[in-house]
């Protein structure tokens, strides 16, 4: 049935790409995010869907008459240089050859979407389009998957699919974090309009947070904290949403389970905890590594490498002042850097993380610089929360990134050319319009 439906349905979305290559870009961060071959059995299970999306909005794009003007701002060059370093590192890595480059192939599609969207996006529709797709894809996994938590009395663990770029259950949490923003944003917008979409993003942003409890992820618990938190500050209805904060609460305190209970306590005895320390041990191989190489690191995958793990752990003891406790490399298996700042300066050096960081921070200043002059100008509601939106998105991927191995995810980068995109082309485009007294679309 499934293979069926998308078999119908994949003529209409090509034709429509063909005319709109907005909707190919939304189609390309919906297969990326969803991964719907995971979700087929027959025929329609063979056929690459994202590199039939993406080549089909490269040759609608082409031919469009009136193309966008290109912007790629010093954030986006800096991206693009981060990339450029990412190729020389693993060109001298330390690791194995096959599996750094076959991460690098991965990474170059990441780049490229962070380029689609430069090109493509110019307007508030085409945002929101993305979001839409990107809060479908997501959002409907964590919506399933919150349901069969909720119905097997929090037996249930809360996985990705093997195989997908959020296999992995911490890395699948912050991802459900980093879309509550648009949530909230996506209801603000269009909740309004329609009862139906109001409860139905109302009900998707309670089962995200019943989702992150059921990953058991102690991570993504954090994050969700930090951004509700956030949320509860700004909110001019307090009262309302600490109704519906209990609500959630004592809703969610019938099904979570001892063991997930004994998971977030031990939070605040992380010093004692093997697991954290195991990673405070792969953040310490990773500057290790970094030491050694410290233009280029190890290249891609380096760390996670047996022979350079054992290498690295060699040198443990040299550097005492970064605490580990009486925690040490494991000398049977290797792990991952387990943060996405270790990660690249293992992978890429202390020349690779300050690239890294350098347009990080470049984003939220993108997002800081529209809400202060919509704000200044009186503009429109919508521009100066959707800045905000994206910077939170951000937020939570910085926050929940510094214990997971996570720098290349495809969303993160995505975000950040919407933040491009919105400084660089739609704030002049509305200030402009503003200005002439023309209502912006």
């Keep these: 049935m499934r293979d069926a439906v998308i078999l119908l349905a994949l003529p209409f979305l090509l034709f429509v790409i063909a005319k709109r290559p907005f909707i190919?870009?939304?189609?390309?961060?919906?297969?990326?995010?969803?991964?719907?071959?995971?979700?087929?059995?027959?025929?329609?299970?063979?056929?690459?869907?994202?590199?039939?999306?993406?080549?089909?909005?490269?040759?609608?794009?082409?031919?469009?008459?009136?193309?966008?003007?290109?912007?790629?701002?010093?954030t986006g060059g800096l991206i693009l240089l981060f990339f450029a370093w990412t190729t020389l590192s693993t060109l001298m890595g330390i690791g194995y050859a096959d599996r750094a480059w076959d991460f690098w192939n991965r990474f170059l599609k990441v780049i490229a979407l962070f380029l689609f969207v430069l090109t493509i996006v110019e307007n508030k529709l085409?945002?929101?389009?993305?979001?839409?797709?990107?809060?479908?894809?997501?959002?409907?996994?964590?919506?399933?998957?919150?349901?069969?938590?909720?119905?097997?009395g929090g037996g249930h663990m809360i996985e990705g699919m093997s195989g997908h770029v959020l296999g992995d259950r911490?890395?699948?949490?912050?991802?459900?974090?980093?879309?509550?923003?648009?949530?909230?944003?996506?209801?603000?917008?269009?909740?309004?309009?329609?009862?139906?979409?109001?409860?139905?993003?109302?009900?998707?942003?309670?089962?995200?947070?019943v989702a992150v409890i059921g990953t058991q992820s102690r991570g993504g618990f954090i994050v969700l904290v930090a951004l509700g938190a956030y949320y509860y500050l700004k909110s001019e209805r307090?009262?309302?949403?600490?109704?519906?904060?209990?609500?959630?609460?004592?809703?969610?305190?019938?099904?979570?389970?001892?063991?997930?209970?004994?998971?977030?306590?031990?939070?605040?005895?992380?010093?004692?905890?093997?697991?954290?320390?195991?990673?405070?041990v792969a953040w310490k191989l990773s500057f290790i590594l970094a030491y050694h190489n410290p233009f280029f690191g190890g290249g891609f995958k380096a760390l996670e490498t047996f022979p350079v793990w054992h290498m690295l752990s060699q040198e443990f003891n040299s550097f005492s002042w970064f605490y580990t406790g009486d925690h040490f490399p494991d000398q049977d298996r290797v792990r991952a850097a387990h943060s996405v700042y270790f990660q690249v300066l293992g992978d890429h050096g202390f020349a690779g993380l300050a690239i890294y960081l350098s347009f990080l921070i470049g984003a939220f200043?993108?997002?800081?610089?529209?809400?202060?002059?919509?704000?200044?100008?009186?503009?429109?509601?919508?521009?100066?929360?959707?800045?905000?939106?994206?910077?939170?998105?951000?937020?939570?991927?910085?926050?929940?990134?510094?214990?997971?191995?996570?720098?290349?995810?495809?969303?993160?980068?995505?975000?950040?050319?919407?933040?491009?995109?919105?400084e660089s082309r739609i704030l002049p485009s509305v200030l402009l319009a503003h200005e002439n007294g023309i209502e912006p679309s």
């Design 24 to 74: 190919g870009l939304g189609l390309c961060i919906w297969t990326a995010l969803f991964f719907p071959n995971g979700w087929l059995y027959g025929i329609a299970a063979s056929i690459r869907y994202n590199l039939l999306f993406a080549g089909v909005t490269v040759a609608s794009y082409a031919i469009l008459k009136n193309k966008p003007k290109f912007k790629l701002t010093t």
């Design 126 to 152: 085409h945002v929101d389009f993305f979001l839409w797709c990107t809060v479908l894809s997501v959002g409907f996994f964590a919506d399933l998957e919150a349901l069969k938590y909720l119905l097997s």
């Design 170 to 209: 911490n890395e699948l949490s912050i991802a459900f974090v980093m879309i509550l923003p648009m949530c909230a944003y996506l209801l603000q917008e269009y909740g309004k309009r329609s009862k139906v979409v109001s409860a139905a993003l109302l009900g998707t942003m309670a089962l995200i947070v």
């Design 238 to 280: 307090k009262g309302l949403l600490t109704v519906l904060l209990v609500i959630l609460v004592v809703g969610v305190s019938q099904v979570v389970t001892d063991q997930w209970v004994a998971r977030i306590q031990s939070v605040d005895a992380a010093g004692q905890d093997a697991s954290f320390m195991g990673r405070v």
């Design 365 to 422: 200043q993108k997002a800081r610089k529209v809400v202060r002059v919509a704000r200044q100008h009186k503009l429109p509601q919508w521009l100066p929360r959707l800045a905000t939106t994206l910077q939170l998105t951000m937020f939570a991927f910085c926050l929940g990134g510094s214990s997971l191995s996570f720098a290349y995810f495809d969303l993160t980068f995505a975000v950040i050319g919407l933040l491009i995109v919105l």
